[in-house]
């Protein structure tokens, strides 16, 4: 053996030693030799397959160790105890990790054949922390992973099943996904969830699984870093149901602003990485706080809506549990109309792509929340591809009963929100911060018949925000069940640019503005050939006169002949503009 190092050392080509090295080994390893001899070859066979820098010299010494425990096996059972595994893994971190996994196969595969093999049960224990150790220590290397994972089918007894073990290995697989180089849209597998799903399955304590969860949890709710990688949420997907349940208390009694991190991000996952378990787990803590903080859920649903519901449209899993997603939310803002409102949009063509995948629970679901929306505030669909849609389809009327159920489903808001608008009675626009200028002229807009039926009319693109903003505040102030609304979204579109928030402006001037930034995006939607026809067709019919004089009379001054601002077309009717 002495000579094969000599060897080695030599300025020898690499595949003479290859081929000196194996005739050495094998001649070895099948001559006669006395016990004592036959330890001292294993013993350096073994520190040759875990150490060696060079492949063929750790390829070979594994074929010699197979043979020699083979022949000499008895020899080898009285060598193999605590002290032999703790020479294998006493160098962690300069060891090579597959030969590693490859030498441990062997040893225990020659037990396995052997009538004897409870000998092995004393070291079961110390090898089961040892694999967990290297694991964390060699868990970048795929190959590796994929020798283990090799190990642990072939032998389940290796399997981690100490509290402090399976901790360890959650802990592992949580900071292997969290550090570089994934992203937040990291789509990778780390190749150990699926021995994660099965060491929680088989682990009768659930507390390292639910130790495990609350660190992604705590992650999830840090703000010092932004949205972790998706592939996190496959520790999510790892643990069952019934654990997933047993985690939620711990996230319900976080601060708000962590909470809405948690559930923000979760749902940012499922854009990422839809699945099924995590679209569950969202389902059941969006459940939890609905029950518990509704005016958190509200907020989240805000921001994640209408992205849940272009999703539906975009994945070809678990679009069910993204539509019972959307359809929970919607129920449970159904105190308001503004949520159903922010998707409307976009319905159709969820229950078209639904329709065309044959997913008729999942449509059938939307379609009554359409129906039942639609029943609740009357006038919500007009003007909608979606109101055509819902009477195509013929549904049979809602029962009491039913409505009843859905009813119970809305989010409590207990002192928080007031539905106190009395029948007959006009609702009013919240006061942000002196803006009486732009309140006073949105509610002179709306009670213009003639303005609010066009705007109601128009079909908005990404390209109108002025337009889609105004039509939303019409929409609230006509179906709301609140005495007031707040036009949060439409000042911020709206706003001129040299007006400074907070203070006092001019209501005639902030119309103008208006006026032309409505026309402005109508030309965009238009183009400027079709609108110089329809501006000359208007400056015919009016005898020449210019058209923007019937808007204005000056800067910063309305017309004085319409209070409303815009003109009513006196004899001719609207006009085909908005302004």
């Not at 304590?205 to 592939?231: E, F, H, K, N």
């Not at 911020?492 to 409505?518: A, I, K, Y």
Request: charged share 20%; net charge negative.
């Amino acid at each position: 053996m002495e000579l094969i190092e000599s060897i080695l050392k030599t300025n020898q080509s690499e595949e003479l030693k290859e081929c000196v090295a194996y005739k050495l080994v094998m001649k070895t390893v099948t001559q006669p030799m006395t016990s004592l001899e036959c330890r001292k070859v294993i013993l350096r066979l073994t520190v040759w397959i875990i150490s060696s820098d060079h492949r063929f010299l750790r390829e070979t010494s594994l074929k010699g160790f197979d043979a020699l425990v083979s022949s000499s096996f008895s020899v080898f059972k009285e060598l193999v105890d605590s002290a032999y595994f703790k020479i294998i893994f006493a160098d962690i971190k300069n060891t090579k990790p597959v030969s590693l996994i490859g030498l441990v196969i062997t040893i225990f595969s020659k037990f396995e054949k052997s009538p004897i093999a409870e000998s092995l049960i004393p070291v079961l224990d110390p090898v089961r922390t040892d694999l967990v150790h290297y694991l964390g220590h060699h868990s970048t290397n795929s190959t590796f992973l994929q020798s283990l994972g090799q190990l642990y089918n072939m032998f389940p007894s290796l399997l981690p099943v100490s509290t402090q073990d399976v901790t360890q290995l959650g802990s592992i697989v949580v900071d292997l996904h969290c550090h570089c180089p994934h992203t937040p849209h990291c789509q990778c597998s780390s190749g150990l969830d699926q021995l994660l799903t099965h060491v929680w399955t088989t682990c009768p304590d659930p507390a390292p699984c639910l130790d495990t969860l609350q660190t992604v949890y705590r992650i999830l709710s840090s703000s010092d870093s932004s949205c972790p990688p998706a592939c996190l949420s496959t520790v999510l997907a790892a643990a069952s149901p019934a654990l997933l349940e047993q985690s939620l208390p711990e996230i319900l009694n976080q601060p708000q602003d962590s909470l809405v991190l948690v559930l923000s991000r979760m749902i940012a996952w499922l854009e990422d990485r839809p699945a099924p378990d995590l679209a569950n787990h969202v389902l059941s803590l969006v459940t939890a706080l609905g029950r518990d903080r509704p005016n958190l859920v509200a907020s989240v649903s805000q921001t994640c809506l209408v992205r849940l519901v272009q999703q539906v449209t975009q994945v070809t899993t678990c679009r069910d549990q993204l539509v019972t997603l959307v359809v929970l939310m919607l129920y449970g803002e159904q105190h308001s109309q503004a949520a159903f409102q922010s998707i409307l949009p976009f319905l159709p063509e969820v229950l078209d792509v639904l329709a065309r995948d044959k997913q008729w629970p999942a449509r059938e679901m939307l379609l009554e929340a359409t129906q039942y929306f639609n029943n609740l505030f009357p006038g919500l669909l007009a003007w909608s591809d979606l109101e055509t849609a819902l009477q195509e389809e013929n549904l049979p009327q809602m029962s009491d009963e039913r409505r009843l159920q859905l009813e119970d489903l809305a989010w409590r808001y207990p002192d928080k929100i007031q539905l106190d608008r009395r029948p007959g009675q006009l609702a009013g626009l919240v006061n942000l911060g002196n803006t009486c200028y732009m309140n006073c002229v949105l509610q002179a807009l709306f009670n213009t018949a003639m303005l609010l039926t066009q705007v109601g009319a128009r079909r908005t693109c990404p390209a109108q925000p002025v337009l889609s903003s105004i039509q939303e505040v019409f929409r609230s102030l006509k179906l709301t069940k609140r005495s007031s609304v707040s036009p949060g979204q439409f000042l911020e579109v709206s706003r001129p640019p040299w007006f400074d928030p907070g203070l006092q402006q001019d209501c005639s001037e902030f119309l103008t503005f208006l006026m032309h930034t409505l026309e402005e995006e109508e030309e965009r939607q238009m183009g400027v050939e079709e609108v110089g026809v329809l501006r000359s067709n208007v400056h015919m019919e009016n005898g020449g006169e210019d058209e923007d004089m019937k808007i204005t009379e000056g800067p910063g001054k309305c017309n004085s002949s319409h209070d409303s601002g815009v003109d009513s077309g006196e004899d001719s009717g609207p006009g085909p503009s908005l302004v």
